[in-house]
């Protein structure tokens, strides 16, 4: 059985309960564990989704949401060897995999059907429901731990963490050069990383909106056109042209009008939503167009995107807020108000926890 020791946190008791300090339980570091102090985590949309038990009933309570983590390392097992103390790490989406399937030995260990998300999800390996960043601390396996680069702003990194590796691996996987024209539908927190990191691997991006009011902060972002999908004359000029298209809104739309913006035998990658979409079957085959998802990324391709992020100084734009306004945070993150991530500064849950 292993050690344990309390650490304060914020969560929710159920799915109609307000995020709350609580105190959890984490364990002390096994043989190949790091045990980090939380500086920052990010809010994710799923957290919310999670807390509130919006996919399907699949929420364990209690729980503390939080998959954006960034801190530095206080403790360290005995056999530990990518990670020092006091290095700055980040843990993302997962904690755990199978760590033998064909994913795994791929490196997609974010496929693997055996992942442990870093909370709401039973922990195979150490029993008990696992937990999130909105609290101080964390342990977790060095295999799941990345390195930050020391260079970039710590707590505009938190967010990279999932917005940016799911941005990021699409456009790796897809193989974008420089030159090729890139559209990102939706300016949110997943779309607005995919104009950074497009832009810096030398691609022609073009933001895809409905909203004519974000062309000055698309641009401002690193996009070098914006497309009113909501002109039809735009789109029609625009018609046969992209070299790949990610569609990061998170609800259910008609994918038919994005799809023609394709040249032939290239591919629209849906990273937002998850419920059914709209898709003429003519639209792919006259011009042998794919329609394709992507999830995050795996540990390995995660590191690249944070060397990556590194060596272009590309971080999240972000709000800081207390642990006390998270609540507020989740009802401003429903009416889009946000440019574009929210990061919980995790001293102020100190502060709480002591007060």
Partial sequence: MA?????????????TTPVAPMSIDRREPGPHDVLIDIEY???????????????????????????????????????????????L??????????????????????????SVFTYNAKDPRHGGLTFGGYAERITVDENYVVSVPENLDTKAVAPLLCAGITLYSPLKHWNVQPGQKVGIIGLGGLGHMGVKLAAAM?????VITTSASKAADATKLGAHEVLISKDADAMAEHAASFDLIIDTVPVAHDLNPYIGLLKRDKTIVLVGP?????????????????????LIGG???????????GKHNIVSDVEMIDASYINQAYERMLSSDVKYRFVIDIASLRSTADA
């Fill in 89 to 114: 790490v980040g843990v993302g989406c997962m904690v755990d995999s199978c760590r033998h399937c064909a994913d795994c030995a791929a490196g997609e260990e974010q496929y693997c059907d055996g």
């Fill in 3 to 15: 050690i344990t020791f309390k650490t304060a946190a914020y969560g929710v008791q159920n799915a």
């Fill in 41 to 87: 985590c990010g809010i994710c949309h799923s957290d919310i989704h999670q807390a509130r038990n919006e996919w399907g009933g699949g929420s364990l309570y209690p729980m503390v949401p939080g998959h954006e983590i960034v801190g530095r390392v206080s403790k360290v097992g005995a056999h530990v060897s990518k990670f020092k103390l006091g290095q």
């Fill in 202 to 206: 030398g691609a022609h991006v073009v």
């Fill in 274 to 294: 998850l419920d059914p979409v709209d898709v003429h079957g003519g639209n792919l085959i006259l011009k042998r167009r794919q329609v394709a998802g992507s």
């Fill in 299 to 309: 540990i390995a391709e995660t590191q690249e995107m944070l060397d990556f992020c």
